[in-house]
């Protein structure tokens, strides 16, 4: 026989039917229709449905807030899959990545940067991993670009591009912009050449003459080279000797670089153009381990993402353009999302310097 608390088969009140009751949730409401947001704005269904649409060029400011106002009211909520259907448009910008960080990373004030432009024109950014692997199946990355279902894309591998991506791109048929790099367009990259030429005249101006060019990494990327030829330029128009510190090929050891760097900072310069942050610091140690100070006895400059600050120093830098890069990769994606036979073209976008506290004036 079972006891007075086992549950029982029927009766509402058993202690299952209790629970069962207690997780029921009510049915969601349903979508107003045009004809009730119609009746609450005191205008027609179809006016309705042009302003939720966005075809409202025709109506008066009033007209279209008042049925704004009563949509929201009734609830109403714009069904993305149906405007899809309609418009042959998702409202999706995908941003394609790689797996290998070293050449595809993006910075994070970039990435909300690209967030916000898109944004201001009412569309979604979905970040899209491709790993590089796949590269390899010529089925695979269209089947993957097929099921993205973006409007257009951008795309954020640096250097060392895998070559069969451009060639799938290309199939895809969509609208597609390039950061950072130098083989491909459209592109949006930091104009190099002009920082590495502003930051060497920033010395210059301030009486500099023997100014030596430090980077340990070999020439992956074209900055390097841009920031090394723009710092020939300026060195050779003001009549004054390059004096070249740099990785002939690859990426030097940290003991390498140790051996590499206190040598640079024995070759008696009165100033440096470092090519971004790791130089910045190692220079910057090496020359307090030999008793000298910066920028005493030496002057650095760098570039980067934000001026560094190395033993309590800010370093005067050329910082990235991030949000500009962000700003025109998105005006150039729309240009060509509203007409594909728009130029593909390559756009550099200048640094802006930043002065801090390791210069000093030799004049």
Known sequence: MP?????????LHSPIDVHI???????????????????????????VSRILNGDDARYSEATRSRVLEAAASLGYRPNALARAMRTGRT??????L????????????????????????????????LPDASLESPDLVPHLLEEVCVDGLVINYTHRVPAALPVHLAQANLPTVWLNVADQTPNVCPDDHLAGKLATQQLIDRGHQNIGW???????????????????????????????????????TNKQRRSWITDVAKAGLSAAVCYGDIDTY?????TERRGLDVPRDLSLVSF??????????????????????????????????????????????????????SVVDRR
């Not at 207690?22 to 179809?46: C, D, F, K, L, N």
């Not at 990327?221 to 020939?232: F, K, P």
Request: one cysteine or more; hydrophobic letters at 40%.
């Open 282 to 286: 190692a220079l910057h140690i090496a």
């Open 304 to 357: 980067g993402d934000e001026p560094p600050k190395a033993s309590g120093v800010t370093v005067s830098t050329m910082v990235t353009p991030l949000e500009d890069m962000a700003q025109r990769a998105v005006d150039h994606l729309l240009a060509r999302m509203a007409d594909e036979h728009t130029a593909a073209i390559t756009e550099r976008v200048a640094f802006t310097w930043v002065s801090g506290e």
């Open 98 to 129: 790689g797996t290998e960080e070293t050449r595809s990373h993006i910075a994070g004030r970039m990435l909300t940067a690209l967030h916000d432009a898109l944004a201001a024109h009412k569309l979604r950014l979905m970040i899209c991993t």
């Open 214 to 252: 430090v980077c340990s990494i070999g020439p992956v990327h074209y900055s390097v080279g841009g920031r090394r030829d723009g710092y020939l330029e300026a060195m050779r128009a003001a009549g004054l000797k390059p004096s070249l510190w740099e990785a002939s090929s690859g990426t030097l």
């Open 3 to 11: 006891s007075d608390n086992a549950p029982t088969c029927g009766g």
């Open 91 to 96: 409202g999706i910008v995908g941003l394609i």
């Open 21 to 47: 009751a207690s997780m029921a949730q009510p049915s969601p409401p349903r979508a107003p229709t045009a004809a009730q947001i119609a009746a609450v704005a005191g205008v027609s269904r179809p006016t």
